[in-house]
């Protein structure tokens, strides 16, 4: 059973740099029918999409966070992680990573199969 | 900018029936777009409910199901329950590494 996990500091100043570590267990980060996203929920609003990261490295963002995002990834560790440089209050948002599922059963399918229980991040000064 | 539209709200009885819906502000919805579902409760992560338009996911009831319904996904719920009173999320994936997310509909069940 393939578990994530989100760890980071809870607590972010404007202009200074959102960092978080998504921690995969029970399989591997580097299985080529999954990517590897990150998510996120201001609260009382709905969710938002950030970007996503395969094994390989590749990745692809929201177009709307114009380029102050950067996943990466460490094969190694089976952890992948989220910069956000430039942040502002309304950075302040519940942060999820959850796996893509990318094909099942030899088909396309393209959804997030599993998440992670999510952290908190609020940026002030 | 592609905006996924979902109603804001919807309300359905107990025992009562209720197909919410994922448009597009311009186009069609097709299952090229590889629409999913969502259920979050408050104070939890999303839960998976349904993939590829109408492939549910593990664990998920039969009265949950997904289709193509006109230019929209719907999730019809058949049947509704107390505890399926959520908001529901569908997602859309744009292709070259892009999902977007619908604005969510909250489900009241009274």
């Known amino acids: 059973q393939v578990q994530l996990q989100e760890s980071g500091p809870g607590l972010v100043k404007p202009s200074q740099t959102l960092s978080l570590t998504c921690t995969v267990s029970g399989g591997s980060i580097s299985n080529d029918i999954f990517h590897w996203s990150w998510i996120r929920q201001p609260a009382g609003k709905g969710l938002e999409y950030i970007g996503r990261i395969f094994a390989s490295g590749s990745t692809n963002y929201n177009p709307s966070l114009k380029s102050r995002a950067t996943i990466s990834v460490d094969t190694s560790k089976n952890q992948f992680s989220l910069k956000l440089n430039s942040v502002t209050a309304a950075d302040t948002a519940l942060y999820y990573c959850?796996?893509?599922?990318?094909?099942?059963?030899?088909?396309?399918?393209?959804?997030?199969?599993?998440w992670g229980k999510g952290t908190t991040v609020s940026v002030s000064s | 900018q592609t905006v996924v539209t979902q109603e804001p709200s919807f309300s359905v009885s107990p025992g009562g029936t209720v197909t919410l819906t994922c448009g597009l502000s311009s186009g069609s919805v097709s299952t090229g777009y590889y629409p999913s579902w969502y259920q979050q409760t408050p104070g939890q992560a999303p839960r998976t409910l349904i993939y590829s338009t109408n492939t549910r996911s593990s664990g998920v009831p039969d009265r949950f199901s997904g289709s193509i319904l006109g230019n929209k996904a719907v999730l019809t719920i058949t049947g509704a329950q107390a505890d399926d009173e959520s908001d529901y999320y569908c997602v859309l994936y744009m292709g070259s590494g892009i999902w977007v997310f619908g604005g969510g509909t909250k489900l009241t069940v009274l």
């Open positions: 959850a796996r893509l599922r990318i094909a099942t059963a030899g088909r396309n399918c393209y959804y997030m199969d599993v």
